[in-house]
């Protein structure tokens, strides 16, 4: 999965300073939020040069989607099932 493709579908992009963060470095993630307050998020961008990019349930650190077909799938069904 590609950066541009979270883009793509939607994901917000969070900016976090090194000042912030405590961090040595400036750094970024993304976001996805669902109506009622499920949330997906990413790795960061630092994570994503080792890893590549992908994608958990926010607060279920051990589920990952690491390509786009599954993230794109995840999407439709949980907005499918909130309408």
Do not use: R
């Not at 992009?13 to 990413?42: C, M, Q, R, V």
């Not at 992908?54 to 999407?75: G, S």
């Amino acid at each position: 999965m590609k950066e541009q493709d979270l883009i793509e579908l939607g994901f917000k992009i969070n900016h976090e300073t090194a000042e912030s963060s405590g961090y040595p470095n400036d750094w970024h993630y993304y976001t996805y939020d669902f109506k009622g307050g499920f949330s997906l998020i990413s790795c960061d961008n630092e994570e994503a040069e080792f890893s590549g990019w992908y994608v958990k349930i926010f607060d279920y650190k051990w589920i990952k989607f690491k390509t786009i077909k599954e993230v794109k799938q995840l999407i439709n069904l949980v907005n499918n099932a909130l309408t």
